[in-house]
């Protein structure tokens, strides 16, 4: 079954770089979601979208933002990159927003500022 | 707003031993409960969900959980471990009043020996 593909799946940036990370959800999901986890840590919920349209934002960087375009697939544009948003980034995704419906993640995309 | 805790860092347990991980949650309105589970450097993967219905969920691997509406509790259950269920366990609930976003206790630890 297909399944959450994020790209790229590891990169290094340097401080005050930037980074875009893109997500393909599954498909027919209509509901992406971005999560960053770091070290030792438990994922924190960033932002997401309903039918490509920004429907929460949790504690997501002003530096941050991200968008979700009419194929569904969404990429996370991080700007002004610190050592601090060293970290794993996951995309999810899920038919639409109904409780009962299971959220899928994809394998992330490993993040390091050097 | 909605929350889980998970009251314990690490699980030991042998291999062929019945392995309990704890969840305990904080909900308003019907309670939407997951566990996923994460291998070293690797995405999230479900395991498990309660919607509504029979308070035994059995899921993936063997998982199985129990939820109980008086102790607000959904434990994941194993009968018999395995080493390869060496991993980092999370439960989670999804936070209907906010677009159901998925809310994550801090995980905890789990290490089966032969």
């Known amino acids: 079954a297909a399944g959450v593909i994020q790209s790229p799946r590891h990169l290094i940036k340097e401080k005050r770089e930037t980074a875009t990370l893109k997500c393909y959800p599954i498909p027919r999901h209509d509901t992406v979601y971005w999560y960053q986890q770091g070290p030792g840590q438990d994922p924190q919920f960033l932002i997401s979208?309903?039918?490509?349209?920004?429907?929460d934002k949790g504690s997501i960087p002003d530096r941050f933002s991200a968008q979700q375009f009419s194929d569904y697939h969404s990429e996370l544009n991080m700007s002004s990159l610190e050592l601090g948003d060293s970290a794993l980034y996951f995309c999810?995704?899920?038919?639409?927003?109904?409780?009962?419906?299971?959220?899928?993640f994809g394998e992330g995309s490993w993040l390091t500022v050097v | 707003a909605q929350s889980v805790a998970q009251p314990e860092d690490q699980v030991n347990v042998a291999e062929g031993n019945p392995l309990t991980v704890k969840c305990t949650y904080s909900?308003?309105?019907?309670?939407?409960l997951f566990w996923y589970v994460q291998y070293p450097n690797r995405g999230l993967q479900f395991l498990l969900k309660?919607?509504?219905?029979?308070?035994l969920v059995k899921g993936s691997y063997g998982f199985e959980a129990e939820f109980n509406k008086s102790q607000t509790s959904f434990h994941l259950k194993k009968p018999s471990a395995l080493v390869s269920d060496s991993a980092l366990y999370f439960c989670?609930?999804?936070?209907?009043?906010?677009?159901?976003?998925?809310?994550f206790g801090a995980g905890t630890q789990v290490v089966v020996t032969p």
């Open positions: 909900v308003s309105g019907n309670p939407y």
């Open positions: 989670a609930v999804r936070d209907m009043d906010s677009w159901g976003k998925l809310q």
């Open positions: 309660y919607i509504t219905g029979d308070n």
């Open positions: 979208f309903y039918e490509k349209m920004q429907s």
């Open positions: 999810a995704s899920s038919i639409s927003k109904e409780g009962g419906n299971t959220i899928y």
